[in-house]
């Protein structure tokens, strides 16, 4: 990102004659942010007003308001966000990412419904993922894991397989090609080994948990908190960027009840030369007649779990959204 620019602005949500400076969104718990300006320096960020709806990975343009605080005034447009929801709430994840990696591992046994809901979710905002598959020395659960991640090989998505713990070397030579000058967030249950992989990638990363904690009073609120870290220099850049590696806490749901149906049918890749062989354009792909991807899946063309998940996730997108 370039340097902070101080500007003189009498409009915009700014006070007269306060100086504001852009920055970038590095850690998200609440309503309570931390921003890095243009020259480093961290501060301690809140948004103006009650509404929050800020994210790891924006450009916002922030107003200080003592020595290590500052107001969030503004925010710039994003690529995309990536979030998950249910009936009741939306929790946004990072903004602004060109790689969802989502890390699964041998042991414990990784969920095969999370793991669909977070290629569907990517597959929406049309964000790349890359799958990988943690904890492979362990040959005993190996082979599972494979037979298990073997359709997802079929539709073509990227799977990495690593052991961190056990082939330090060999994990960070296999990752660095996939994540120099991305912005990519690590997604995951708990207990896949997203710790570890932080640490392997990222130099100095509990100094650096601490410093971000410290700036969010997080003491106070809870130890779990999304956040930004910039990726080594020496790794290098793609069209000059250096790249970041986003951390999300580990959960046990992913829900996608903001998704719209015709959202959803595009987010499954073996469904899409299919939508226009359907007899009505209206299709649900439910229990319609001339049905070409239901066509698919009664002769194995298209996995009939890939189906249920597609079912599950029409029936939370019908349901009645309060927020």
Known sequence: MSRATRH??????????????????????????????????RMHAFPRGKKSDCAVGDHVSVERAAADQCVITAASPRKNLLHRSDQFKSKLLAANIDQVVIVLATEPGFSEDLLGRALV???????????????????????EARGRLALYRGLGYDTLELSVRADPAQALAALKPRLAGLASILIGQSGMGKSSLLNLLIPGVDAQTREISAKLDSGKHTTTF???????????????????LIDSPGFQEFGLYHLSEGMLERAFPEFRPLLTGCRFYNCHHVNEPGCGVLAAVASGAISERRHQLYMQLLHESNQQKPW
């Open 8 to 41: 003189r602005n009498a409009g915009g949500g700014s006070h007269a004659g306060t100086a504001t400076e852009s920055a970038l969104i590095i850690a998200a718990h609440g309503r309570h942010y931390v921003v890095e300006l243009g020259d480093g320096t």
């Open 121 to 143: 979710s990517a597959e929406a905002m049309e964000i790349r993922p890359l799958i990988v598959l943690n904890k492979t020395d362990l040959p005993d659960r190996l082979e």
């Open 226 to 244: 999304t956040r930004l870290y910039h990726l080594p220099a020496e790794w290098g850049t793609v069209d000059g960027h250096q790249g970041a």
